[in-house]
């Protein structure tokens, strides 16, 4: 597509549900990156895939998060028995495999989980 | 760890003025910077990006120089205008793939 595409741009959901929040990076963008910006604070890595693999989770808080790109496209976060500190914006980027044009990022998918 | 520093937190300027955001971080190998801007319940929108071999960027009233050595970035904003409103975020890139962004700066910009 033109830009990158995230769903759903809200979701609100109970403590303890699971949750799958997903990215449609740009046409033709190789890398991939998950980041989640507390308020008031700048995004944060979680993870990245080039392709279909995914090279560093290393950001991932814990566990119950995942995340896969399996036909190097679309790519899927999870985030399974969801608490309400995981309530937060998660934004997707893509970009070329060197990034040396950056990142263009999604509007996010704002969490709350009551 | 690269570390991202963005001063000040909050800015208010009334229309016209000419304004400089700042971007420091601690450790001076980088492969680029980007400037991004982010609206209320908006993506983030990409303004400048600044190769590790650049010394700056312009794109229209936007101008943002960047000296590595000392690890600091400025976002210069001639002719502020009240659109201009917005939180803008440095996002530092070091030789792996991932950014490291600041906490941004809010900009006010009073008519």
């Known amino acids: 597509g033109a830009g990158v595409s995230q769903s759903p741009r809200y979701k609100v959901t109970k403590r303890g549900q699971d949750v799958a929040l997903r990215c449609d990076p740009i046409s033709g963008h190789v890398s991939l990156y998950w980041y989640r910006q507390a308020l008031g604070q700048g995004p944060e890595f979680l993870t990245y895939f080039n392709y279909e693999a995914q090279q560093d989770k290393s950001g991932l808080p814990n566990d119950r998060f995942s995340a896969e790109r399996p036909e190097g496209s679309i790519s899927t976060l999870t985030i399974q028995r969801t608490e309400q500190r995981d309530s937060a914006m998660y934004r997707c980027a893509s970009s070329s495999l060197t990034g040396t044009r950056g990142y263009t990022f999604g509007s996010g998918t704002r969490l709350t989980v009551v | 760890k690269q570390e991202v520093t963005q001063i000040p937190a909050a800015l208010s300027v009334p229309e016209g003025e000419n304004l400089v955001l700042n971007c420091s971080f601690t450790d001076s190998a980088i492969y680029n910077l980007q400037w991004f801007r982010q609206d209320p319940g908006k993506g983030l929108t990409s303004l400048l990006l600044?190769?590790?071999?650049?010394r700056e960027q312009t794109s229209g009233r936007l101008n943002a120089s960047l000296d590595k050595s000392s690890g600091r970035s400025t976002l210069y904003i001639a002719a502020s205008q009240p659109g201009d409103s917005a939180t803008y975020l440095c996002?530092?890139?070091?030789?792996?793939?991932?950014?490291?962004f600041g906490t941004g700066t809010s900009l006010t910009v009073i008519p």
């Open positions: 600044i190769q590790s071999s650049q």
């Open positions: 996002a530092v890139r070091p030789g792996g793939n991932q950014f490291y």
